[in-house]
């Protein structure tokens, strides 16, 4: 299959080790390679009819220069133009608006490309028109990486939870803002909890869109619209990060959490993205820290799914395997 890698961070090169690690796999048990044909960091886009070499790719951009490894490409427009795709994968930084994703996934289901996406923003904020558009061409989008990592949620509830209705979603889902918390209760300095968070990946060189509570809240918008049907945005709810928190200068309890609760009743959703305590005999409190987790209810019984980390690798795995069902496999 032909794929689009837009973003080449540390999700993005993992994407990229995964699928040179497991070509002939893919190639064996699902009739095809996951092949490379378009790529793009922040500094270029490149576009090669050929298969682009992953662990070549890993090479250039270790060298901070993707641009041998094929044509110039200078925007979307001429991405489509230059290769029929099969699947465009966004891994690239969320923004405040999601726009221009936004436009990238419409472009993408009108030239008859799939997408898979680790981005929260887009869907958080235009998941109406963007779902609407995937109907109406008959493409697929899948984003199970934009809210737990790698710890399934879309496709464990999708496949895992058919036989009655989920009332209830609870979850860690932002490592970022839960490790600070955590390190700074046990007490560690924020900036030396800040570098060790950046140091192992799950925090980026900005982590303001967490601390301020704004990823947290996109992938709150995107579980309960996944749930119920509705096409909530951030506009429509209320949430909180945990700066506040961190610059009052108090004490932070030790089981206090960032949290995203989700609720349906009666064909009406509720939802929280906040700050709760954790009692220690709630499932929640099993979660590790830097790990990702969520319980699920639904008519007939309730799961705990936990990850033991959550890195770029994790992320990634999650996004290679959306690009294997996105393609019917």
Do not use: C
Not at 278 to 306: C, M, Y
């Amino acid at each position: 299959m032909k794929v689009a890698l837009l973003g080449l961070g540390n999700v993005g090169t993992n994407f990229a080790r995964i699928i040179a690690k497991n070509r002939q796999l893919y190639h064996r048990n699902y009739g095809s390679p996951i092949d490379i044909h378009i790529a793009a960091d922040s500094s270029h886009m490149v576009g090669s009819k050929e298969p682009i070499d992953p662990d070549q790719l890993l090479l250039h951009k270790k060298n901070g220069d993707i641009s041998p490894l094929g044509k110039k490409i200078h925007d979307v427009d001429e991405m489509f133009d230059f290769l029929d795709l099969d699947v465009v994968v966004d891994l690239t930084s969320a923004s405040k608006d999601g726009n221009w994703n936004r436009d990238l996934y419409l472009r993408a289901f009108r030239n008859g490309a799939d997408v898979v996406t680790a981005n929260k923003s887009p869907l958080s904020h235009h998941w109406g028109e963007i779902l609407k558009e995937s109907t109406k061409s008959g493409r697929r989008i899948r984003y199970e990486s934009t809210v737990a990592g790698g710890v399934p949620l879309f496709s464990f509830i999708d496949y895992s939870l058919r036989e009655s209705s989920v009332i209830r979603f609870r979850g860690i889902v932002n490592s970022t803002a839960n490790f600070l918390l955590s390190k700074i209760s046990a007490g560690m300095p924020y900036e030396t909890a800040l570098r060790e968070a950046q140091a192992i990946g799950i925090a980026e060189a900005d982590p303001s869109l967490d601390i301020e509570g704004y990823d947290n809240a996109w992938k709150t918008v995107i579980v309960a619209n996944h749930l119920s049907g509705s096409s909530l945005t951030e506009a429509d709810i209320e949430f909180e990060g945990i700066r506040n928190l961190i610059e009052s200068g108090g004490v932070i309890r030790q089981n206090i959490k960032l949290l995203s609760e989700v609720t349906i009743d009666h064909g009406g959703v509720e939802v929280f993205a906040g700050l709760k305590d954790v009692a220690p005999d709630d499932p929640l409190s099993a979660i590790s820290n830097g790990s990702l987790g969520f319980t699920i209810k639904t008519e007939t019984r309730e799961v705990l799914v936990n990850g033991i980390k959550d890195e770029p690798l994790e992320t990634a795995a999650g996004v290679v395997n959306d690009v294997l069902l996105v393609r019917g496999n």
